[in-house]
T-cell receptor, first 112, second 114 residues
Framework: QQQVKQSPQSLIVQKGGISIINCAYE??????FPWYQQFPGKGPALLIA???DVSEKKEGRFTISFNKSAKQFSLHIMDSQPGDSATYFC???????????WGAGTKLIIKP | DAMVIQNPRYQVTQFGKPVTLSCSQT?????MYWYQQKSSQAPKLLFH???????NEADTPDNFQSRRPNTSFCFLDIRSPGLGDAAMYLC?????????????FGPGTRLTVT
């Protein structure tokens, strides 16, 4: 019940296309859903996060869509650029759990 | 500008030889975390300090210890590294504990065990 399932494991998108990464969770106590971006040889960095009181959050080219009833959330990267090539992790946490529960990660490659 | 600094960036140690990794922060955050990240996997929380209070995750091996002598510094000690301990070790900080507080990660130390 503590798991966050992330898919796909890897993704190749053409430059200018839309990259979509999906996550699903079971624990209804989760109420904070961040996405982290990690470049090779670097630590993860918070990209964007959402709480379940909204169904969508947009920051620049990055959008989180959240479906509370389905217990799913996804990251959409519009107009994907080669510089977006990185590993993306979704995560979740809740009021009673300080720990981030991480998805397995998606390696995204944007082809020029 | 560096906010969470880890040294060294690369560390090679021999099987069974103790090793210490260091982390420092300029953010004056209360909480410091140590994560282990193996290739193509998500970070795994080993332990965290809330100020001087140490909190060990239940499945963290006894081989891993930590020290936080002051607010700015935190150390990860691996008493007897095994081949399975080869990984990237990430330090992170947050202003306080819980989901309202973003975790800021350092660049990591890549540990190789020979």
């Amino acid at each position: 019940q503590q798991q966050v399932k992330q898919s796909p494991q890897s993704l190749i998108v053409q430059k200018g296309g839309i990259s979509i990464i999906n996550c699903a969770y079971e624990n209804t106590a989760f109420d904070y859903f961040p996405w982290y971006q990690q470049f090779p040889g670097k630590g993860p960095a918070l990209l964007i996060a959402i709480r379940p009181d909204v169904s969508e959050k947009k920051e620049g080219r990055f959008t989180i869509s959240f479906n509370k009833s389905a217990k799913q959330f996804s990251l959409h990267i519009m107009d994907s650029q080669p510089g977006d090539s990185a590993t993306y992790f979704c995560a979740a946490s809740g009021r009673s759990n300080y720990q981030l529960i991480w998805g397995a990660g998606t390696k995204l490659i944007i082809k020029p | 500008d560096a906010m969470v600094i880890q040294n060294p960036r690369y560390q090679v140690t021999q099987f069974g030889k103790p090793v210490t990794l260091s982390c420092s922060q300029t953010l004056n955050h209360n909480v410091m975390y140590w994560y282990q990240q193996k290739s193509s996997q998500a970070p795994k929380l080993l332990f965290h300090y809330y100020d001087k209070d140490f909190n060990n995750e239940a499945d963290t091996p006894d081989n891993f210890q930590s020290r936080r002598p002051n607010t700015s510094f935190c150390f990860l000690d691996i008493r007897s590294p095994g081949l399975g301990d080869a990984a990237m070790y990430l330090c992170a900080t947050s202003r306080d504990i819980g989901r309202n507080y973003e975790q800021y990660f350092g660049p990591g130390t890549r540990l190789t065990v020979t």
